[in-house]
């Protein structure tokens, strides 16, 4: 296995924002879609946005968002990627990116997922996030079987999603495929709705850069 960096998502409290972070993720992940339990809210706490180092990339997440909104929020708090969970299209895509903002482009996957779908984004962002598929928008805190993976032979790194818990180090260091960039961890840490566990997330932090190469 290679080395893989660590987005921890859904987080929105001060002081357990402060904990996560003496773990160092690569990427701290915030929800802008109202109808999440994870929702930072309307009017967010700068600080949530502001204590996070240089180290440690803000993203937002966005479902089918206006255009001027997703542009304006990660201005105005200074995050430098927009994740967007919904049916964004390419040129709308495009539109963020040539805006100055990392995108991850996420899409749910279950075993009949077509992956040249994706074909029509591969220059337009610069990631792609496998999330599990389910009912609504967002996660699911449910795994989707990743053998799956083998079926995706484009050249753009992917962030693996949904469901990943503590004890899912073993299986994720055996994972081997090229393209596999970081692995995207939420729900599966929570002591509930976007608080972790603090101790946990620094163990498996810890142990998946123990098992990279």
């Not at 995050?79 to 749910?108: D, I, M, N, W």
């Not at 599990?132 to 699911?140: A, E, R, S």
Request: proline share 5%; charged share 25%; aromatic share 12%.
């Amino acid at each position: 296995m290679k080395a893989r960096k660590v987005k921890v998502c859904g987080m929105r409290d001060p002081e357990n924002i402060r904990g996560v972070l003496e773990a160092a993720p690569e990427y701290l992940g915030y929800i802008f879609y109202p109808k999440s339990k994870r929702f930072v809210g309307e009017n967010p706490d700068s600080s949530i946005f502001s204590l996070v180092p240089e180290s440690t990339q803000k993203v937002a997440v966005f479902v089918n968002e206006e255009l001027e909104k997703v542009l304006a929020i990660c201005r105005n708090f200074q995050l430098q990627v927009a994740q967007l969970h919904g049916q964004e299209s390419p040129a709308y895509c495009q539109q963020v990116r040539q805006a100055g903002l990392t995108v991850f482009k996420a899409f749910s996957v279950d075993d009949q997922f077509d992956f040249s779908v994706l074909k029509a984004y591969e220059s337009v962002v610069d990631y792609f996030l496998f999330d599990t598929k389910g009912k609504l928008p967002g996660g699911t805190g449910l795994k989707f079987n990743w053998d799956i993976l083998k079926n995706y032979t484009l050249k753009l790194p992917f962030l693996l999603s949904g469901g990943i818990g503590p004890d899912d180090v073993e299986a994720l260091s055996q994972l081997e495929h090229d393209q596999l960039f970081a692995f995207d961890i939420n729900s599966g840490f929570e002591l509930e709705p976007a608080l972790k566990d603090v101790g946990q997330v620094k163990v498996f932090i810890s142990q998946i850069r123990k098992n990279s190469i």
